[in-house]
Every structure is written in C-alpha cells, then in structure tokens.
C-alpha cells in the first residue's frame, strides 16, 4: 500500500517513456493506452493480459466502457487476468486507473509510484505524470488491482 506523499517512480519506468503512441499497438516501436498496460504488466511485474488490439477500432467509445469494465472486474474463476476494483487511498504498483476522456471511460493507465501513472493517448507518447493533481483526479472513474499483485 502506498502513503498519500507522493514518491519518485522507479527507474525502470524511463525505458516505457516516450513509446509512441499507435492504435492497437502492443511495443516499444508503438502503443495504445491498453498496450502500453499490458507492455508493462508483461516485462514488469510478470503477468500477461490478453491483447484486445482492434478493441479500439471496432466500439463506439460509448461501448467501450462496457468492454474495458467486464475486463478489469471479471469474476474470479472466469479469466486469469482478475481484476477487483480498489479505492485511490490503497493503491500499490502496478494497479491500473480506468479514466474519462471526452466523456467516456475510454483510458487507462498503470500507476508506477504513488501519485504517478504512466500511460498514453492519442497525440501524445507514453509519459509518466502525476494523478492526483487537477488535470486527471476528477477524471479517475475507478482503481483496479491484478490479484496476483500486492496480496
């Protein structure tokens, strides 16, 4: 669990900056928010999430919504890739942000440190930035912890 100061990130968190980012891209040469995720969740901490890489293109950002929430609070013994929603003040490593864009819960990014996510969006490579400030903290919709994480 991490306290509420906010913390430098890792140093391991420098080679996924600057990925630039690529609708349905799941690398180093490319990524979109859910790559870049599961990018990190492979080479960091070890667990492999399912690619989903034309999710993007195929749903109404209305729709999407309901595809990212089945995949991050899928019941247990459904999928191995688990999910439970947590709340901001318990975060640890690794959890992921399920975020509002233009309206719709259509964003996610992984949290590095406490008070740190790394992700990236359309017209911008992957950075690691602070969520607890004004620009993102009223768009946070929800926290999501990997069961094989911080238990």
């Known amino acids: 669990m991490l306290s509420n100061t906010p913390i430098k990130p ?38 492999k999430l399912p690619s989903h890489s034309t999710t993007y293109e195929e749903l109404d950002p209305t729709e999407l919504w309901a595809t990212l929430s089945h995949l991050l609070v899928a019941e247990k ?51 690691c930035e602070q969520f607890r400030g004004s620009r993102w903290q009223h768009r946070i919709l929800g926290a999501y912890r990997h069961v094989r994480l911080c238990s």
Not at 24 to 44: F, H, K, S
Not at 89 to 109: K, T
Not at 117 to 124: I, N, P, R, S, V
Request: proline share 4%; net charge negative.
């Open 10 to 47: 890792p140093e391991w968190v420098a080679n996924y900056i600057g990925i630039p980012f690529y609708l349905g891209g799941r690398g180093l040469n490319g990524a979109d928010c859910w790559g870049l995720v599961r990018l990190v969740m492979t080479n960091q901490f070890g667990i």
């Open 77 to 127: 013994n459904a999928h191995p890739e688990t999910w439970k929603p947590i709340i901001l003040n318990e975060i640890c490593s690794g959890d992921l942000l399920l975020i509002r864009m233009r309206g719709y819960a259509v964003h996610v990014a992984i949290v590095v440190a406490n008070g740190w996510m790394l992700h990236t969006e359309e017209g911008l490579d992957s950075v």
